[in-house]
């Protein structure tokens, strides 16, 4: 299964769009899929400073509960508002309508520390 | 000594470890052994044990005497329906019903607790209830502070005292930033001060208690409304009084997206204090951050009204270290017993109980203030319960000894908790309050104050 080219993907399974200096991150397909059905998700406050990596979040799914990372630090500038209301967007669609939030990148190098399309397929083909 | 552990269990199990016996296996330094048996009286026989207890409690005297305590617990009638049903063994000997196929009864009975303290704080949902009061104010600041990211707590002066002391053993441990506003000269909270208190956004909740602890109704104003509403401020509303429920518009009215309080009043025996029953309910918007069991109606596979917990998600034994809460245990005998006095009561008699306190307490406050010196310490209105000031020269603990003398305990010496009014007594009266009981107090008290002393009831 190729993974969505464009994206930069974190070993905590989250993907990450820089556009600009803000980047929206989402959860992968193979985190929705491996979760299940996902009925809340806890969103950072817009607003927040987050430092990569950091736990942000949570993401609930009828079988467990995950935490949910930041792939990259900065500032909160938005989060999804659809899925207070409709959490399984997550689960339809992980990389687009199903985003989680937005970030202003504090310092857009820490994009280095962040897998390719191929880095992240070899990390989950090694499961 | 009592083990539970049979003789051949005990040599089996030393044999297996290799030691010969007990003592071997555990070895009390010389210095610490005991050298003798413990004074200890031998056992005694079920009957003489019997007479031993009830000889000691004869020497309890409170029930003999007529009391107008109050501040946090509260007398109130208990109808006889309550233990009839409450100590059926299916309740007394249920754990936390984890188990919902086996638990449906007791479920179910934490469902309609829930649905009562919604309806009765006008909130969307409650919790199944925490120890008391006071923790259920803590962990509504918890909630609060979850919700904002903020470390500030506001905290009226006009809070029970023991609430805002357990709220500071919470905001020790969480390093909160717990502030005071102070009492204005009616009684209630300052609310002039609170908006300049408010504007540089860093409190995570304001905290009020209606009605609050010198009796007095304190509820935000609009201004003060507007002022934690525009400060993002989440407004926790306590209430430490339950029966003023009835009477009283519901802290959701008066802007509360949080309400606590304590269900003592509805049935619950006053018991030295405990155990009592805490409740914590909210708006929708916190559902997910309220600590302790919830539990939620669904169906079945066969689609019949079936209870459940639910959103177990917040709960320490899902999420240890990131529970919202490590508070557990619910008190839920206590919201059983506090269920069945709102099913027996019915609205329109939770009502008419609470409208009946409010009489009672003017009643005692027209009494009182008759008595020469003594007056209202507040003018702001009141509940059930009043602070009366002494008159110069009359120490409140010196009024107060002598009610004892006469078989009255008159109240709570506001100096106690609080300096600036160490000249007033805080009296309660409530349904249970007879026009005989405030008569013998206003009688005492005119004793007191004409300096004489009238021989103690028996």
């Known amino acids: ?127 | 000594m009592y083990t539970p552990h049979t003789a051949p269990d005990i040599a089996a199990m030393l044999s297996t470890v290799g030691v010969a016996s007990l003592d071997e296996l555990v070895r009390v330094p010389p210095a610490v052994a005991l050298k003798e048996p413990l004074a200890v009286p031998p056992g005694l026989a079920e009957v003489d044990l019997q007479r031993l207890i009830a000889d000691y409690a004869s020497k309890n005297a409170g029930v003999s005497y007529t009391s107008f305590l109050g501040a946090g617990a509260y007398r109130h009638y208990a109808p006889p329906v309550i233990a009839s049903l409450a100590m059926r063994g299916e309740f007394l000997t249920a754990y936390t019903p984890y188990q919902a196929e086996v638990s449906q009864g007791y479920l179910q009975a934490i469902y309609e607790w829930q649905t009562y303290v919604s309806l009765l704080t006008g909130m969307d949902l409650a919790n199944a209830s925490v120890y008391d009061g006071a923790t259920a104010l803590a962990e509504g600041a918890i909630m609060a502070v979850n919700a904002t990211g903020r470390r500030g707590v506001l905290v009226s002066r006009a809070v029970h005292p023991n609430y805002r002391a357990v709220l500071g053993t919470y905001a020790r441990g969480m390093e909160l930033d717990v502030e005071e506003i102070a009492v204005a000269a009616d009684g209630t909270t300052d609310l002039a001060l609170l908006a300049a208190r408010l504007a540089d956004g860093r409190f995570a909740a304001v905290v009020l208690q209606n009605p609050n602890v010198f009796g007095a109704i304190d509820v935000p104003d609009d201004a003060a409304r507007r002022a934690i509403e525009a400060s993002g401020t989440i407004l926790i509303g306590v209430v430490a009084e339950a029966m003023s429920l009835g009477a009283l518009t519901a802290p959701r009215s008066w802007g509360a997206q949080i309400a606590v309080g304590e269900g003592q009043s509805f049935g619950v025996a006053l018991a030295y204090g405990g155990p009592y029953v805490g409740f914590i309910a909210s708006t929708k918007e916190h559902m997910r951050r309220i600590p302790g069991r919830l539990v939620g109606r669904t169906v079945d596979t066969q689609g019949a009204p079936a209870y459940t917990l639910t959103l177990q998600a917040r709960e320490q034994h899902i999420r240890r270290e990131r529970a919202i809460s490590n508070i557990c245990t619910n008190q839920a005998h206590c919201a059983l017993i506090a269920t069945i006095y709102l099913a027996a009561v019915g609205g329109s008699g939770l009502r008419r109980c609470a409208t009946l306190n409010v009489e009672r307490a003017h009643a005692l406050a027209e009494r009182v203030t008759r008595v020469p010196g003594f007056s209202r310490r507040f003018a702001a209105p009141v509940f059930n319960e009043l602070a009366v000031r002494a008159p110069a020269g009359l120490r409140p603990s010196s009024i107060l000894a002598g009610l004892q003398e006469r078989g009255i305990l008159g109240g709570v010496d506001l100096g106690r908790w609080y300096p600036e009014f160490s000249d007033s007594v805080l009296m309660t009266a409530t349904e249970l309050t007879t026009d005989a009981d405030i008569d013998a107090l206003g009688a005492a008290l005119d004793a007191i104050v004409a300096g004489r002393k009238e021989p103690a009831r028996a």
């Open chain 1, 1 to 127: 299964m190729a993974q969505p080219a464009g994206l930069l993907y974190s070993k905590e399974h989250e993907w990450l769009k820089l556009d600009g200096e803000v980047a929206t991150v989402g959860i992968t397909e193979y985190a929705q899929h491996s979760l299940g059905d996902i009925v809340y998700v806890e969103l950072p406050r817009v607003g927040a400073e987050v430092t990569q990596f950091a736990n942000i979040g949570v993401v609930e799914s009828v079988k467990a509960v995950s935490d949910l990372f930041t792939p990259i630090g900065g500032e909160v500038v938005e989060v999804n508002p659809e899925l207070e209301s409709d959490p399984a967007l997550v689960n339809r669609e992980p990389f687009a309508g199903g985003w989680l939030f937005k970030v202003r990148v504090a310092d857009v190098g820490e994009r280095d520390n962040l897998l390719s399309p191929d880095g992240y397929e070899e990390l989950i083909a090694a499961g």
